[in-house]
């Protein structure tokens, strides 16, 4: 039995998965971990696309309401250079960010010495500009704040540790989306038999809201018959996101259904976008359902910040 509220704070669209490999043009194995953001009027997803071949590249789906009659546009996907080193083995799970007129895309490129953080920008999901590698292997997990504090950039980022089996969220910072610097740990993961022990990463970009930017991250819980993917929460200060004001005791949102549980990988729910409707409180948030497909689910903003403030230790 689900503990109570659960359900009600976040809902599953009942059009589950709303974008397959089944309906996507050509023949590609899965689609799953979109980047998202409200363009020209739709709700535009940059899916990833797993082609048969193994190899990961981007692609743009557009809605009117962001649930239905989806476009797949092919000649709008951003593809991998494989003769660059960084991206010889794909791209993959773009967190997307809009600053100024572009929208800057941190990606994960899946290199020969293993996953890297990497950045592109746009301002019209047809053409793309790579801003280069920013982070080195073995690194991903990263999104962008969409302002500068004290004329600086900040990147959420995760790498791996020195320490086997041990993953974290960084913050780091830079005055030109070139050099970085000031890393420093910004969530740790728990340790022993919690939902989140030992590994942790960002979800989708951060959210401002009145209480901070609210954070949705991934917990990795490791069992005898595998790894659980799950989401929680976390506030961080809104002029110094370096301060987390709350991170939830509990998970959120974790696989339930039959499409979450099976798949290319097994027990993932795994969300890289999420979107503030209009009303300011119905949010949506777009999610990669076991590694193979694309889901949907809402919440109330309200109603997650005063469960985080429950929840906070």
């Known amino acids: 039995m689900k503990p109570e509220g659960r359900a009600e704070l976040v809902r599953r669209y009942a059009g589950n998965p709303i974008l397959t490999a089944a309906g996507w043009p050509g023949n590609v194995n899965a689609v799953f971990n979109p980047g998202v953001v409200e363009f020209e009027g739709t709700t535009l997803l940059l899916a990833r696309v797993e082609d048969r071949t193994g190899i990961s590249h981007l692609a743009v789906a557009t809605s009117a309401d962001g649930l239905t009659d989806w476009v797949v546009d092919l000649d709008r996907a951003m593809v991998p250079d494989l003769s660059s080193h960084a991206e ?42 790579r801003r280069g590698v920013v982070m080195p292997p073995e690194d991903k997990d990263a999104a962008l704040f969409p302002c500068r504090f004290d004329g600086r950039f900040a990147l959420l980022h995760r790498p791996v540790s020195a320490t086997p089996s041990a993953a974290h969220i960084w913050l780091s910072w830079s005055p030109d989306l070139r050099h970085w610097g000031d890393h420093a740990i910004l969530l740790r993961a728990r340790e022993g038999a919690w939902w989140d022990a030992h590994k942790i990463g960002l979800c989708a970009p951060p959210l401002a809201t009145a209480q901070g930017w609210l954070l949705l991250y991934h917990g990795v819980r490791t069992t005898a018959a595998g ?72 919440a109330s903003l309200a109603a997650l910040l005063d469960w985080l403030a429950s929840q906070n230790g």
Do not use: H, K
Not at 90 to 103: A, H, K, L, S, V
Not at 243 to 255: C, D, I, K, T, Y
């Open 88 to 129: 010889r083995f794909g791209i993959e799970d773009p967190r997307i960010t809009r600053i100024g007129e572009q929208y800057i895309i941190v990606y994960t490129g899946y290199s020969g010495d293993g996953a890297l953080v990497a950045l592109a920008s746009t301002s019209d999901f047809r053409s793309y500009e």
């Open 227 to 298: 790894s659980i993917y799950r989401l929680g929460l976390a506030l961080l200060d809104a002029e110094q996101p370096e301060r987390v004001l709350a991170r939830s005791r509990e998970w959120l949102f974790g696989p339930e259904t039959p499409y979450e549980r099976i798949g290319d990988v097994d027990q993932v729910v795994f969300s890289c976008g999420w979107q503030l409707d209009d009303d300011g409180d119905t949010l949506r948030i777009y999610y990669g359902a076991a590694d193979t497909s694309i889901c949907v689910a809402t």
